[in-house]
């Protein structure tokens, strides 16, 4: 696996200001490792299929996002969504489920609807974290990362594995990758992906 780019880090680092990178990671990895862990338990319980184990999991990670913010309190869950949002500084986390870890085609579960959310987000793109995930040979593989999709294939501006801890980053290091996103940016993002879970 190749090693993440510095660079890369820092822009991570200061997009989660005020958290550190490995804070998310410690929250996130056992939150997203649960919900696959307990869709399996139901699909070996009931013999369900394909559809309704991506379901499961979907609205295990819905019902149980609100309780992030008690260990990441500016964290904010959206209704109905896997959309997160940090509270002062407006930054936008989505997780969504990848094949065995295929960035490049980005290979989805729900490829339609995760394409439609991802090509129609307001601008501007430098206020989104994309955190592509997948359970690989049973262990929970996640990345961060930014960039523009294009049909299945996502041109990534800046990535990082989070598979396993990072460096730390000092925060006076992140000052010139912090973003304060416009106002009504949480919001004009949430009614779109309202919009589009009331087509699911």
Same mark, same amino acid.
């Given at each position: 696996?190749?090693? &993440?780019?510095?660079?890369? =880090?820092?822009?991570?680092?200061?997009?989660?200001?005020?958290?550190?990178? &490995? *804070?998310?990671?410690?929250? $996130?990895?056992?939150?997203?490792? %649960?919900?696959? %862990?307990? #869709?399996?338990?139901?699909?070996? @319980?009931? @013999?369900?299929?394909?559809?309704?184990?991506?379901? /499961?999991?979907?609205?295990?990670?819905?019902?149980?996002?609100? =309780?992030?913010?008690?260990?990441?309190?500016?964290?904010? +869950?959206?209704?109905?969504?896997?959309?997160?949002?940090?509270?002062?500084?407006?930054?936008? =986390?989505?997780?969504? *489920?990848?094949?065995?870890? +295929?960035?490049?085609?980005?290979?989805?579960?729900?490829?339609?609807?995760?394409?439609?959310? $991802?090509?129609? $987000?307001?601008?501007?793109?430098?206020?989104?974290?994309?955190?592509?995930?997948?359970?690989?040979?049973?262990?929970?593989? $996640?990345? @961060?990362?930014?960039?523009?999709?294009?049909?299945?294939?996502?041109?990534?501006?800046?990535?990082?594995?989070? #598979? &396993?801890?990072?460096? /730390?980053?000092?925060?006076?290091?992140?000052?010139?990758?912090?973003?304060?996103?416009?106002? *009504?940016?949480?919001? /004009?993002?949430? /009614?779109?992906?309202?919009? =589009? #879970?009331?087509?699911?």
């Amino acid at each position: 696996m190749a090693e &993440n780019a510095p660079r890369d =880090l820092h822009h991570l680092a200061g997009l989660l200001h005020p958290y550190r990178i &490995n *804070q998310v990671r410690e929250v $996130l990895l056992p939150w997203l490792r %649960d919900a696959h %862990d307990k #869709a399996l338990d139901n699909r070996a @319980a009931g @013999a369900r299929g394909r559809w309704r184990f991506v379901k /499961d999991r979907h609205d295990h990670l819905t019902h149980t996002a609100p =309780l992030l913010q008690n260990r990441l309190t500016e964290l904010r +869950s959206t209704p109905r969504s896997l959309l997160l949002t940090i509270e002062s500084t407006g930054v936008l =986390l989505y997780p969504f *489920q990848v094949h065995r870890g +295929s960035l490049d085609p980005l290979f989805t579960p729900d490829v339609a609807y995760t394409r439609k959310f $991802l090509s129609h $987000l307001p601008e501007p793109l430098n206020c989104l974290v994309l955190l592509p995930w997948a359970d690989v040979n049973e262990r929970i593989e $996640l990345w @961060a990362g930014g960039g523009e999709l294009t049909g299945d294939t996502m041109t990534w501006n800046w990535r990082v594995s989070l #598979a &396993n801890e990072v460096p /730390d980053i000092p925060p006076q290091a992140t000052y010139p990758y912090r973003v304060q996103c416009r106002p *009504q940016r949480d919001q /004009d993002t949430e /009614d779109h992906h309202n919009s =589009l #879970a009331d087509e699911r």
